[in-house]
Each structure stands twice: as structure tokens, then as C-alpha cells.
């Protein structure tokens, strides 16, 4: 069998949209029983009370929801040989999924037809939608019954005939049924027909039933249930995704349906801050978390940490390894752990080699900056060249930098020497132990970083399991097109042999770039603020990379800022739309802003950028950029890129300093 | 009766044989001299006759340009400014309706400096009305390029917020189905079409590129510019185009081999929801803007930006006049 036949990129087929049935199932991996521990599968499928999953593009919110629909369940059932009708009685819930797409709801307003009937139009759209969707897809179910019963489907068709004034048209069933289902599209798509006119005089609304809230919606279970499943209590899920995309007034129907009406379950998809209303058609009522609803975060900004479940290293490790098993090329060769074809973490001491090329500049600007530190000390410099030589190590510049480094400090030559070679020899001195501390757990990544800077290279390499996980910013989606694009690369680059060793740290890069780019570009297009969140994204990323150029590596790869102050309301908007469009992501829980500081609410940049500004993809902690409310108008509406990088107060140095924080993502497995 | 068609395409010259309009519809400024493409070369035909003139200047620019438009040699009975100091919701709409216009009326349309979802919202406008205008396009002596790279192109800028067109919201279901197509015209901007993709998250994808592009130095610029779609990470909903690439064609300069393609792919696709982003050259958006005027059941959707780019065509080379004319 030829290449062809058997090789396809594991990771293409990554949108949940486009995603046939099959490979809803096959690519699943459950993330509730490892990194996102806070809800279960048995929550999402046997509450009653409404769940809210946020999630940006990429979180895997369609996964989830079509996982959870029938049809998923129907697939399920053929692959172990059951009857759909068994394998609901099994699980106890039926999942309808729903995706009501932008542009339409974008046009269900104004064209001089006034809100009020925009809502009753909205409305009678949204029981038709759920009507419909309903009867398509328990179809299959009338017709699965162990013991097929005519007369129990045909009280059903005649029931449903009835709720939808629909005239009985033949006696088969099975054309009485699709008939049903006909009509109802039919009116469906008479409201699409209605905005192409209203748009041009024309706003008469007449369709052929008009139906108000819970009139459908109500019912339908009420008479599908009482002939297919009357002795049990099913579940029946409503999954409507991509909330964000209802305008105010249709959230607050929609939000009505979750406070006053529960024959659904309503589990709702949407990105953070997607909410526009919380109320509801009754003046004095609104949802709130915890009363009416519940919500549950699909992203971890935790990569590295083990939740109660299992880290979210572990989800994408099984989520490669089913997509990879899932092609010949791959499964033959048993090539399907994605930490054999990306590598599991990067070498840092081989990409120093690469950068300095046997060059000593690094030393030249070292001492520049040691011999302006002494002079501000008051300190005579006397080191001399042959002094300087015992400091070198021509395996390992790093090594070098941190010597260099220790001196800038400033400590005494004597001391670094000491420390260096104590470390080298392996004699268990207290300064060997804070040389390696600094080495292993605080500055290795750094001095990259500082080596890139120093020698003018283009691009920091980004490579590696461990990195393109972390790259993935807790978005499995991201994470999957960073392999698609490595994969993409590395086969064209190499096809009669493709894999055949780890994909080249260069062409990982690449890919990185590319994703990077690719998501960077789309922040201008977002809708009414994309030009002030690219302006601001840039400037924020620009001052990281200005702390990771920093010699001295005063706050080592500071990635994270608080916002404090008096809050305004254009401030909020720049950050809460940046949220919501996975730009910036908030950190959980409160945290110290810097060392000794009060708790405030942090944030990253989507770590996807960092190939962009050339920053570390990890979080060490210690130090977060502080900006004030007007900082950010500022950053979001003018270039600040050439505003210094505020002096530190205080220089984090002893490693006391560093094991009073709280430092996430901290890698157990890294060194 | 069934309506039949035949098609109409003509270079503007001395000799048109037009010479009284009962209303003529243009965009006039300064940052595109094409935008009096039409008008000038109607201006060297003799007596011609405008009863009334519109102009949609909805960057208030006309006031800039009047000196230009009082030395063209054209009886003009009635200007028409159309702008929106006096902002109201589905302008365009609002201003031809209320003209009450003849379904015999003469009319010309000069779409080169009308953005796209506008020229289909004043097309639908006459297709309500049964009239069959004369449309007029200038093309491009040379495209504008910020830098000097494919990528540069900018038509559109800053956010973009992807819409259904007015009048054209297509259908929701499709017997008993709601799957939905996406037909991506594919342009220069490079960065827009996945945000009207993941708008509209159709399940499959068509990609339709003009050839032969209007000068042979950017004939790959639509594919560099639109890799992910061909080729990137929208590329596994894409469908299978002719002779085993992944593509249609399309020529650049005749909307009626954009009505004919738009026909053969509604053929194909007739099981499903078709969704068209006009994006492209303006003769190909015009083919299948017909096209979806006479199948009321296509979805046209577009990334409408908050600010159009500043002038993508530099000076002016042939005005065709197209009609599609319905004989019945």
C-alpha cells in the first residue's frame, strides 16, 4: 500500500463543525475526568437545572455539545452492536443539539420592524427551531423500539399533528412523520423569507401559525415521552451553542426559557463574557449564576498542574494518541504517542549552542554591563581576561550566561567561580546548591531568552510537547492546529520517509509562527473593537519582551499583568471584549500582583502570541506587570511600544523569595 | 410564464446607444477616479440625458468633487445626494423606494466605487420593482498595495462583523436539512475569510477563484492570500472543484460565467443550505447577485467592516455595461 493510501494528517478534521458523526465519537476524549474536574459527565447528562459551559474558539464546546447529542448516542449504540432505544434507556438522557448561526440572528433586528415584534417573531422562530430539531432527531428512536409498536408512533404523529395544525396527508406513517417535519422548515424558513422582505417594505408577519413561549417546546417531550419512555425519567438536554452570537433582546427570551420553563435541561455554549443580558421577558426577573444556572469553564489556564483528574498534559496525550491510532500510517508503525514525533520538551543547552556558534559576544556585553554595575556600586573591576576564561564552558553557554549573570548581580568573582565549579564537580556546597537552584528551577529558559537577544536571532524556538501544550493556552483546539501544521510541514518537507525521527525543532517553529500569526491577524477583524485590542495586545506583548531581554533578568519571563485602580468603563470593554475573544485570559483565582503585594486579578496573554514577542510560554510567578485602568485606554489607542520598563522596586533574589509564591504550571517533570 | 435570459456585455464607448436615463445611480470621489468611469465616457456621447442623477456619498465626499461633476457634459434634470448626515437605518432601501420608480424606467447603475452588499441591496430593489438596469463597472488600471507584498492589500479595515445582506437571508432548513454550504469568492484581503467562515461555520466549503486576474503579476494573489482555506486548517471542508483541484474558476470580468457557475453549483449542492461571501472582483459579485435574486433560497452573507480601505484601484482602464434582461 502506498504512502497515499495510508498516510493522512492526524489533525486536520479539527473543527467540531465539519466533524462527521464518527469522528465526533472516535476523537473524543473526556476532559471532565481529568483537567476539568469541577463538573462530571453524569452533571452534563442527568442535571435538571441549566448549565452555562464558556469557552473561546477552540475550547472544544462543539465537541462537547455533539458529543452529548442523539446523534452521537446513535453512533455510539452501532459501534457496540445496541439499538439507539436500549442505550437511551441505558444513559437516561437525550441530547438535542442546536447551533443557531451569527449572521442570521444578526439580521433579526431593525429594517424598521419594531423590537416587540422582533420578539414575538424571535420567539415563534425558537420554538419552531427546537420543534424541529426535536422531531428530526427522535426519529430514529419511534422507529427503535425493541418491539417496533405502529399504533404508539402512530399516537405520536397524530399528537404532533395536532400541535402544529398540521392536516393528516397520507396514512404511512413514516410520510405522515417527514410531512411534519417539512411543514415545520417550511416555517422556519418563511421567517428567513420574512427579514429578505422586511428589509424592503414589506413587514407583514403572517405565517401559518404564530406560536408563543413553552407552546411547542413544552409539549413535544411531554407526548414523545409518554409513548417511548413512560415509566422513566429521561433527561432531555437542549445544547445551544455559541450564545454570544443571540442579540440582547433574543438572550433575554432565550433566558426566560432557562428561569420559567424546564421540561429541557438547558446546557448553553458560548464564549466568556457572552452573556449581554441576564434578564428575561418579565421586567423584574433576572438569571444569576448559582440560582438559575450553573457554570463551568471548558479552558484551563492551569497546563502543567494536575487537577483532581489528571493534568491537561495528559488530556492532549490521549487525544493524539486516538487521533494518530486512527491512521494506518501511524497505528502500523506504532507511532502514536505525540511525545515520540514532537519530542516531550525542549533542549535548551543545544539551542544555545545553535544560537552562539562558538562565539564568546555574549561576554563582551556581560562585562559592559558588569563594569557599569561595579562603577554604580563604587566597586573597582579587576577581573581579568584570564579570570573571565575560567567562567567559559564551551559544551554549555548557558552555563557562561549564568556565570555572567551571577557577576552582574552583583556578586564577587570569587564566589561565582566557586559556586560554578563546585556545581561542575559535584561537591555539595551551599553555593552549589543555590548555582543549581538558579540554574535548574529559575533562570535556564532566561538565558535563552537573553542569548536571542544578545545575538540578534530572529526567533526563540518553539518545540516540543511540553511547549506546544503550553502554546495551546488550555484551547484544545489551538493545540491541534499547532500539530496539523508541524505535520503538515514535516511531510512535505521529507515524504518518502515522513516521522521517521522527531519533527526538526525548526519546522515545529515554523508551525508555531504560523499559528501565532495566523491568530494575531484575526484580533483586528474582531467585531467593533478589533483595531484598539491589536493596538493594546501589541503593547503589552512588547513590554514582556522587553523584561525577557533584560540582562540583569530582574523578573525572568514575566508573561502575567494585573490591572488595579479605579476602574472606567472603556477600560473594561477593551478587557472584557479581550476575554471573550480569548486574547486575554483570566487567571481563576486571585493572586498576589507582586512579591509582598495585595491579591488582584491576573492576566495572561493568549500564550499562543508569545512566537510573535518572542516570551516564554510558561508562568514562573514572582512578578506581573501592574497597569492602571488608563494605562490600558492608553495601550489600547496609541503605540507604547517605546515607553521604558518600569524600574523594580525590589530584585527578586534569594530563592526564599521565589518558594513564597505560589508558582503555577511549575513542571515536576521539566528538569 | 417562465422568465428567460439573455445576457448583455458591452465595452462604454462613443457609441453607446443609451442616451436618455429616467435615473442613473453612482458613488463619486476623488480617491478613485474609476468611480466617473461611467459618466465620463457617457459624457462623450452626444446628448445624453439624465432625468434624475443619485449619488450615495456616504463619506460626504461630493462636496469635494462638485467642480468635476458640473464640467461633465451631460443634461443632469435632478441631482440626488444621498448621505447619511440625516443617519437612518437601510438608507439605500429607503431613498430608491420612495422614488417610485417606473418598471419601464431606463436606469444605470455604476457599481465600481459601491461596495458589494450595497449594490445588491439597490439591485433588490430593482428586481422588486421589475427593472432590468444597465450596470456599469470600470476596471482597475492597477490595484493599490500598501507595501509591496500580496498581503497587503487592505479592502476592508479594522473589525469586520460578518452579516447576512439585506434581502438575502437565503433559507434556514432545506428539506428536512440544515447542513449548509459555504461558496467563498475568493479576493485579495487575506485575513477575512476565516472570520466570515467562522461566522457562518458552514459544514462544507467551495472555493471560487476569478481568472484570468486582471494582470498576469497578481494572478496567485487570491490563492497566497486565502492559503488557509486552500490549503490550511479550513482546508478539510473544502470540496472538490474541477479537473481534481480544489477549486472553481471563474472569469474575472463576466458575472454571467458567475450566474453559470452559481447555477452548476446550486445544481450540485441542492440538498443543502447555500451560503455565497461575494468577495472578488465586482463583475463576478454582480453574476452572482443575480443569480441569487432569481433563487431567493441562497444566503448572501459579507464581512461588513467598520471602515471600507481608502481607494483599492488606482486610475481607470475599460467601463463595461452589463444587463441581464429578462425577456418573459
Given at each position: 500500500m502506498s504512502l497515499e493510501d495510508t498516510y493522512r494528517n492526524p489533525f486536520s478534521d479539527y473543527n467540531a463543525n465539519t466533524m462527521n458523526i464518527k469522528q465526533v465519537v472516535e476523537y473524543w476524549e473526556n476532559p471532565f475526568n481529568t483537567y476539568l474536574a469541577e463538573i462530571s459527565e453524569e452533571d452534563i447528562k442527568w442535571s435538571k437545572s441549566p448549565i452555562v459551559f464558556t469557552g473561546g474558539r477552540g475550547s472544544g464546546k462543539t465537541h462537547v455539545f455533539k458529543y452529548f447529542g442523539i446523534d452521537a448516542m446513535k453512533q455510539r449504540a452501532e459501534t457496540n452492536n445496541r439499538n439507539i432505544y436500549d442505550a437511551v434507556i441505558d444513559e437516561k438522557y437525550i441530547g438535542i443539539y442546536i447551533r443557531f448561526d451569527g449572521p442570521q440572528l444578526q439580521n433579526m433586528q431593525k429594517t424598521k420592524v419594531e423590537e416587540e415584534q422582533w420578539i414575538i417573531i424571535f420567539t415563534h422562530y425558537f420554538e419552531l427551531v427546537i420543534a424541529e430539531s426535536f422531531l428530526t432527531s427522535v426519529y430514529d428512536l419511534l422507529c427503535a423500539k425493541s418491539e417496533p409498536d405502529r399504533a404508539k408512533m402512530n399516537t405520536v404523529v397524530q399528537k404532533y399533528e395536532e400541535l402544529f395544525h398540521v392536516e393528516k396527508q397520507d396514512t404511512d406513517i413514516e410520510k405522515r412523520y417527514k410531512n411534519l417535519v417539512n411543514t415545520l422548515g417550511e416555517d422556519i424558513n418563511y421567517v428567513a423569507h420574512f427579514k429578505s422582505r422586511a428589509a424592503f417594505g414589506n413587514k407583514d408577519f403572517k405565517p401559518r401559525e404564530i406560536y408563543v413561549p413553552g407552546q411547542l417546546s413544552n409539549t413535544i417531550i411531554d407526548i414523545f415521552n409518554a409513548e417511548c419512555f413512560p415509566d422513566l425519567d429521561i433527561n432531555y438536554l437542549l445544547l445551544i451553542d455559541e450564545y454570544e452570537n443571540f442579540l440582547d433582546y433574543q438572550q433575554t427570551v432565550i433566558n426566560s426559557y432557562l428561569k420559567f420553563y424546564n421540561k429541557f435541561a438547558y446546557r448553553i455554549g458560548m464564549r466568556p463574557y457572552g452573556f449581554h443580558s441576564y434578564a428575561t421577558v418579565s421586567e423584574n426577573e433576572f438569571i444569576k449564576e448559582g440560582r438559575d444556572y450553573r457554570e463551568c469553564t471548558l479552558v484551563t489556564s492551569l497546563i502543567g498542574k494536575k487537577e483532581l483528574g489528571g493534568s491537561f498534559f495528559e488530556f492532549l496525550k490521549k487525544l493524539a494518541e486516538k487521533r494518530l491510532r486512527s491512521i494506518s500510517y501511524f497505528a502500523n508503525k506504532d507511532l502514536t504517542d505525540i511525545k515520540k514525533i514532537l519530542?516531550?520538551?525542549?533542549?535548551y543547552v543545544c539551542e544555545a549552542q545553535e544560537i552562539v556558534k562558538g562565539k564568546k559576544t555574549h561576554f563582551d556585553e556581560y562585562i559592559k554591563e558588569i563594569k557599569k554595575e561595579y562603577k554604580k556600586n563604587n566597586?573597582?573591576?579587576?577581573?581579568t581576561d584570564e579570570q573571565m576564561k575560567k567562567l567559559e564552558d564551551d559544551t554549555n553557554p548557558l552555563y557562561e550566561v549564568q556565570n555572567l549573570h551571577l557577576l552582574l548581580k552583583p556578586n564577587t568573582y570569587d564566589y561565582v567561580l566557586k559556586a560554578f565549579n563546585d556545581y561542575k564537580n559535584g561537591i555539595d556546597s551551599k553555593e552549589a546548591q543555590k548555582y543549581k537552584n538558579d540554574y535548574l528551577n529559575k533562570y535556564k529558559l532566561s538565558y535563552v531568552f537573553i542569548l536571542c537577544s544578545i545575538y540578534k536571532v530572529k526567533y526563540k524556538k518553539y518545540y516540543g510537547f511540553t511547549d506546544y501544550a503550553f502554546l495551546s493556552s488550555g484551547f484544545v483546539g489551538t493545540f491541534i492546529e499547532l500539530c496539523r501544521n508541524a505535520f503538515q510541514r514535516a511531510y512535505y518537507n521529507d515524504s518518502d520517509q515522513p516521522f521517521s525521527k522527531i519533527i526538526s525543532s525548526d519546522i515545529q517553529t515554523l508551525a508555531a509562527k504560523d499559528v501565532a500569526n495566523q491568530e494575531f491577524k484575526q484580533i483586528n477583524r474582531i467585531s467593533n473593537i478589533g483595531d484598539n485590542l491589536l493596538v493594546l495586545t501589541r503593547n503589552i506583548g512588547t513590554q514582556f519582551r522587553k523584561r525577557h531581554t533584560d540582562k540583569r533578568i530582574r523578573y525572568p519571563e514575566t508573561n502575567q499583568f494585573a490591572v488595579k485602580g479605579i476602574e472606567t468603563r472603556e477600560a473594561q470593554k477593551y478587557i472584557s471584549a479581550a476575554i471573550q475573544w480569548s486574547v486575554f485570559q483570566q487567571k481563576k483565582d486571585l493572586q498576589q500582583e507582586s512579591i509582598g503585594k495585595s491579591d488582584v486579578i491576573i492576566y495572561t496573554l493568549n500564550r499562543v502570541y508569545s512566537p510573535i514577542f518572542q516570551i516564554s510560554v510558561r508562568t514562573r510567578g514572582g512578578f506581573n506587570e501592574s497597569y492602571s485602568y488608563d494605562d490600558i485606554i492608553k495601550m489600547a489607542t496609541e503605540d507604547t511600544s517605546n515607553i521604558e520598563v518600569s524600574e523594580p522596586e525590589k530584585t527578586i533574589e534569594t530563592e526564599d523569595d521565589y518558594h513564597q509564591l505560589s508558582i503555577e504550571e511549575y513542571l515536576s517533570d521539566y528538569e | 410564464m417562465n422568465n428567460k435570459y439573455l445576457f448583455h456585455m458591452q465595452r462604454l464607448d462613443a457609441n453607446n446607444s443609451i442616451n436618455t436615463y429616467d435615473l442613473f445611480i453612482a458613488t463619486l470621489n476623488n480617491r478613485e477616479q474609476r468611480s466617473w468611469g461611467a459618466l465620463r465616457k457617457l459624457s462623450e456621447v452626444k446628448h445624453v440625458h439624465i432625468k434624475t442623477l443619485i449619488v450615495f456619498d456616504f463619506k460626504n465626499e461630493f462636496d469635494a468633487v462638485r467642480q468635476e461633476y458640473e464640467k461633465l457634459e451631460i443634461r443632469i434634470d435632478e441631482l440626488f445626494i444621498v448621505d447619511k448626515r440625516n443617519s437612518k437605518h437601510d438608507i439605500i432601501q429607503d431613498s430608491l423606494l420612495s422614488l417610485n420608480i417606473s418598471k419601464n424606467a431606463t436606469v444605470g447603475l455604476d457599481v465600481t466605487s459601491i461596495p458589494t452588499p450595497h449594490f445588491f441591496v439597490i439591485l433588490r430593489v430593482f428586481y422588486q420593482y421589475g427593472i432590468d438596469p444597465y450596470i456599469y463597472y470600470t476596471e482597475p488600471q492597477d490595484y493599490a498595495f500598501t507595501e509591496a507584498i500580496s498581503s497587503s492589500y487592505c479592502s476592508m479595515k479594522g473589525p469586520i462583523t460578518t452579516k447576512e445582506?439585506?434581502?438575502?437571508?437565503?433559507?434556514?432548513?432545506n428539506q428536512g436539512k440544515s447542513n449548509r454550504i459555504l461558496i467563498c469568492i475568493l479576493?485579495?484581503?487575506?485575513?477575512?475569510m476565516p472570520t466570515v467562515i467562522d461566522a457562518a461555520a458552514p459544514e462544507k466549503l467551495v472555493a471560487v477563484n476569478g481568472f484570468p486576474s486582471y494582470y498576469p503579476k497578481y494572478k496567485d494573489f487570491s490563492q497566497i492570500n486565502n492559503i488557509r482555506i486552500l490549503a490550511g486548517n479550513y482546508a478539510d471542508r473544502l470540496e472538490q472543484g474541477e479537473s481534481s483541484r480544489r477549486m472553481y474558476y471563474v472569469d474575472t470580468r463576466n458575472p454571467f460565467d458567475a450566474y453559470n457557475l452559481m447555477s452548476l453549483l446550486d445544481s450540485k449542492y441542492n440538498d443543502m443550505c447555500i451560503d455565497v461571501v461575494p468577495m472578488g472582483t465586482k463583475p463576478v459579485a454582480l453574476g452572482v447577485c443575480q443569480y441569487a435574486l432569481e433563487h431567493d433560497y441562497i444566503r448572501v452573507v459579507f464581512p461588513f467592516p467598520d471602515k471600507y480601505g481608502e481607494g483599492v484601484g488606482k486610475a481607470s482602464k475599460e467601463t463595461w455595461e452589463f444587463m441581464f434582461n429578462r425577456l418573459g
Amino acid at each position: 500500500m502506498s504512502l497515499e493510501d495510508t498516510y493522512r494528517n492526524p489533525f486536520s478534521d479539527y473543527n467540531a463543525n465539519t466533524m462527521n458523526i464518527k469522528q465526533v465519537v472516535e476523537y473524543w476524549e473526556n476532559p471532565f475526568n481529568t483537567y476539568l474536574a469541577e463538573i462530571s459527565e453524569e452533571d452534563i447528562k442527568w442535571s435538571k437545572s441549566p448549565i452555562v459551559f464558556t469557552g473561546g474558539r477552540g475550547s472544544g464546546k462543539t465537541h462537547v455539545f455533539k458529543y452529548f447529542g442523539i446523534d452521537a448516542m446513535k453512533q455510539r449504540a452501532e459501534t457496540n452492536n445496541r439499538n439507539i432505544y436500549d442505550a437511551v434507556i441505558d444513559e437516561k438522557y437525550i441530547g438535542i443539539y442546536i447551533r443557531f448561526d451569527g449572521p442570521q440572528l444578526q439580521n433579526m433586528q431593525k429594517t424598521k420592524v419594531e423590537e416587540e415584534q422582533w420578539i414575538i417573531i424571535f420567539t415563534h422562530y425558537f420554538e419552531l427551531v427546537i420543534a424541529e430539531s426535536f422531531l428530526t432527531s427522535v426519529y430514529d428512536l419511534l422507529c427503535a423500539k425493541s418491539e417496533p409498536d405502529r399504533a404508539k408512533m402512530n399516537t405520536v404523529v397524530q399528537k404532533y399533528e395536532e400541535l402544529f395544525h398540521v392536516e393528516k396527508q397520507d396514512t404511512d406513517i413514516e410520510k405522515r412523520y417527514k410531512n411534519l417535519v417539512n411543514t415545520l422548515g417550511e416555517d422556519i424558513n418563511y421567517v428567513a423569507h420574512f427579514k429578505s422582505r422586511a428589509a424592503f417594505g414589506n413587514k407583514d408577519f403572517k405565517p401559518r401559525e404564530i406560536y408563543v413561549p413553552g407552546q411547542l417546546s413544552n409539549t413535544i417531550i411531554d407526548i414523545f415521552n409518554a409513548e417511548c419512555f413512560p415509566d422513566l425519567d429521561i433527561n432531555y438536554l437542549l445544547l445551544i451553542d455559541e450564545y454570544e452570537n443571540f442579540l440582547d433582546y433574543q438572550q433575554t427570551v432565550i433566558n426566560s426559557y432557562l428561569k420559567f420553563y424546564n421540561k429541557f435541561a438547558y446546557r448553553i455554549g458560548m464564549r466568556p463574557y457572552g452573556f449581554h443580558s441576564y434578564a428575561t421577558v418579565s421586567e423584574n426577573e433576572f438569571i444569576k449564576e448559582g440560582r438559575d444556572y450553573r457554570e463551568c469553564t471548558l479552558v484551563t489556564s492551569l497546563i502543567g498542574k494536575k487537577e483532581l483528574g489528571g493534568s491537561f498534559f495528559e488530556f492532549l496525550k490521549k487525544l493524539a494518541e486516538k487521533r494518530l491510532r486512527s491512521i494506518s500510517y501511524f497505528a502500523n508503525k506504532d507511532l502514536t504517542d505525540i511525545k515520540k514525533i514532537l519530542g516531550n520538551k525542549e533542549d535548551y543547552v543545544c539551542e544555545a549552542q545553535e544560537i552562539v556558534k562558538g562565539k564568546k559576544t555574549h561576554f563582551d556585553e556581560y562585562i559592559k554591563e558588569i563594569k557599569k554595575e561595579y562603577k554604580k556600586n563604587n566597586i573597582e573591576y579587576t577581573i581579568t581576561d584570564e579570570q573571565m576564561k575560567k567562567l567559559e564552558d564551551d559544551t554549555n553557554p548557558l552555563y557562561e550566561v549564568q556565570n555572567l549573570h551571577l557577576l552582574l548581580k552583583p556578586n564577587t568573582y570569587d564566589y561565582v567561580l566557586k559556586a560554578f565549579n563546585d556545581y561542575k564537580n559535584g561537591i555539595d556546597s551551599k553555593e552549589a546548591q543555590k548555582y543549581k537552584n538558579d540554574y535548574l528551577n529559575k533562570y535556564k529558559l532566561s538565558y535563552v531568552f537573553i542569548l536571542c537577544s544578545i545575538y540578534k536571532v530572529k526567533y526563540k524556538k518553539y518545540y516540543g510537547f511540553t511547549d506546544y501544550a503550553f502554546l495551546s493556552s488550555g484551547f484544545v483546539g489551538t493545540f491541534i492546529e499547532l500539530c496539523r501544521n508541524a505535520f503538515q510541514r514535516a511531510y512535505y518537507n521529507d515524504s518518502d520517509q515522513p516521522f521517521s525521527k522527531i519533527i526538526s525543532s525548526d519546522i515545529q517553529t515554523l508551525a508555531a509562527k504560523d499559528v501565532a500569526n495566523q491568530e494575531f491577524k484575526q484580533i483586528n477583524r474582531i467585531s467593533n473593537i478589533g483595531d484598539n485590542l491589536l493596538v493594546l495586545t501589541r503593547n503589552i506583548g512588547t513590554q514582556f519582551r522587553k523584561r525577557h531581554t533584560d540582562k540583569r533578568i530582574r523578573y525572568p519571563e514575566t508573561n502575567q499583568f494585573a490591572v488595579k485602580g479605579i476602574e472606567t468603563r472603556e477600560a473594561q470593554k477593551y478587557i472584557s471584549a479581550a476575554i471573550q475573544w480569548s486574547v486575554f485570559q483570566q487567571k481563576k483565582d486571585l493572586q498576589q500582583e507582586s512579591i509582598g503585594k495585595s491579591d488582584v486579578i491576573i492576566y495572561t496573554l493568549n500564550r499562543v502570541y508569545s512566537p510573535i514577542f518572542q516570551i516564554s510560554v510558561r508562568t514562573r510567578g514572582g512578578f506581573n506587570e501592574s497597569y492602571s485602568y488608563d494605562d490600558i485606554i492608553k495601550m489600547a489607542t496609541e503605540d507604547t511600544s517605546n515607553i521604558e520598563v518600569s524600574e523594580p522596586e525590589k530584585t527578586i533574589e534569594t530563592e526564599d523569595d521565589y518558594h513564597q509564591l505560589s508558582i503555577e504550571e511549575y513542571l515536576s517533570d521539566y528538569e | 410564464m417562465n422568465n428567460k435570459y439573455l445576457f448583455h456585455m458591452q465595452r462604454l464607448d462613443a457609441n453607446n446607444s443609451i442616451n436618455t436615463y429616467d435615473l442613473f445611480i453612482a458613488t463619486l470621489n476623488n480617491r478613485e477616479q474609476r468611480s466617473w468611469g461611467a459618466l465620463r465616457k457617457l459624457s462623450e456621447v452626444k446628448h445624453v440625458h439624465i432625468k434624475t442623477l443619485i449619488v450615495f456619498d456616504f463619506k460626504n465626499e461630493f462636496d469635494a468633487v462638485r467642480q468635476e461633476y458640473e464640467k461633465l457634459e451631460i443634461r443632469i434634470d435632478e441631482l440626488f445626494i444621498v448621505d447619511k448626515r440625516n443617519s437612518k437605518h437601510d438608507i439605500i432601501q429607503d431613498s430608491l423606494l420612495s422614488l417610485n420608480i417606473s418598471k419601464n424606467a431606463t436606469v444605470g447603475l455604476d457599481v465600481t466605487s459601491i461596495p458589494t452588499p450595497h449594490f445588491f441591496v439597490i439591485l433588490r430593489v430593482f428586481y422588486q420593482y421589475g427593472i432590468d438596469p444597465y450596470i456599469y463597472y470600470t476596471e482597475p488600471q492597477d490595484y493599490a498595495f500598501t507595501e509591496a507584498i500580496s498581503s497587503s492589500y487592505c479592502s476592508m479595515k479594522g473589525p469586520i462583523t460578518t452579516k447576512e445582506v439585506a434581502g438575502y437571508s437565503g433559507v434556514t432548513v432545506n428539506q428536512g436539512k440544515s447542513n449548509r454550504i459555504l461558496i467563498c469568492i475568493l479576493g485579495f484581503d487575506d485575513d477575512i475569510m476565516p472570520t466570515v467562515i467562522d461566522a457562518a461555520a458552514p459544514e462544507k466549503l467551495v472555493a471560487v477563484n476569478g481568472f484570468p486576474s486582471y494582470y498576469p503579476k497578481y494572478k496567485d494573489f487570491s490563492q497566497i492570500n486565502n492559503i488557509r482555506i486552500l490549503a490550511g486548517n479550513y482546508a478539510d471542508r473544502l470540496e472538490q472543484g474541477e479537473s481534481s483541484r480544489r477549486m472553481y474558476y471563474v472569469d474575472t470580468r463576466n458575472p454571467f460565467d458567475a450566474y453559470n457557475l452559481m447555477s452548476l453549483l446550486d445544481s450540485k449542492y441542492n440538498d443543502m443550505c447555500i451560503d455565497v461571501v461575494p468577495m472578488g472582483t465586482k463583475p463576478v459579485a454582480l453574476g452572482v447577485c443575480q443569480y441569487a435574486l432569481e433563487h431567493d433560497y441562497i444566503r448572501v452573507v459579507f464581512p461588513f467592516p467598520d471602515k471600507y480601505g481608502e481607494g483599492v484601484g488606482k486610475a481607470s482602464k475599460e467601463t463595461w455595461e452589463f444587463m441581464f434582461n429578462r425577456l418573459g
